[in-house]
Nanobody
Framework: QVQLVESGGGLVQAGGSLRLSCVAS????????MGWFRQAPGKERTFVAA????????LYGDSVKGRFTISRDNAKTTVYLQMNNLQPEDTAVYYC?????????????????WGQGTRVTVSP
C-alpha cells in the first residue's frame, strides 16, 4: 500500500513561488503516472498537473499553464510541483495522487492513492 506525503506548502505573497514535494513510501512510483490536484475552500477538487511514469509527458490545468511545472525523480520516489507567480486564486490545499493508468489524468477518478494534502495560501 503506497503512502504519499506532501510538503512545501505555506504562506506566500502574490507573485512569489513555492515548490511542493510528494514523497512515496511502501511502493515504487516509477511505473505510475502521478498528479497534483487542489481544493480551495468551499470548492470542489480540481486538476492541477500530471506527469507520465517516464516524466516525458506532462499535462496542466488551464489556470496554471505557464506558471506551474510538474517533475519527478523516480530514484527518490518523489514528485514535485514548482509553482511560480502565485496568485490569491491559487490558495488551496494541494494533493498528490498516484494514478492507476496513463489515460484521463485530469480526472480524479483515475487515481487510486492520495496524500493528506499541504496548504498553500497566497496573500494579495
Amino acid at each position: 500500500q503506497v503512502q504519499l506525503v506532501e510538503s512545501g506548502g505555506g504562506l506566500v505573497q502574490a507573485g512569489g513561488s513555492l515548490r511542493l514535494s510528494c514523497v512515496a513510501s511502501g511502493h515504487t512510483l516509477s511505473n505510475y503516472a502521478m498528479g497534483w490536484f487542489r481544493q480551495a475552500p468551499g470548492k470542489e477538487r480540481t486538476f492541477v498537473a500530471a506527469i507520465s511514469w517516464s516524466g516525458r509527458a506532462t499535462l496542466y490545468g488551464d489556470s496554471v499553464k505557464g506558471r506551474f511545472t510538474i517533475s519527478r525523480d523516480n530514484a527518490k520516489t518523489t514528485v514535485y510541483l514548482q509553482m511560480n507567480n502565485l496568485q490569491p486564486e491559487d490558495t488551496a490545499v494541494y494533493y498528490c495522487a498516484k494514478s492507476g493508468g496513463d489515460l484521463g489524468l485530469s480526472n480524479d477518478v483515475r487515481y487510486d492513492a492520495w496524500g493528506q494534502g499541504t496548504r498553500v495560501t497566497v496573500s494579495p
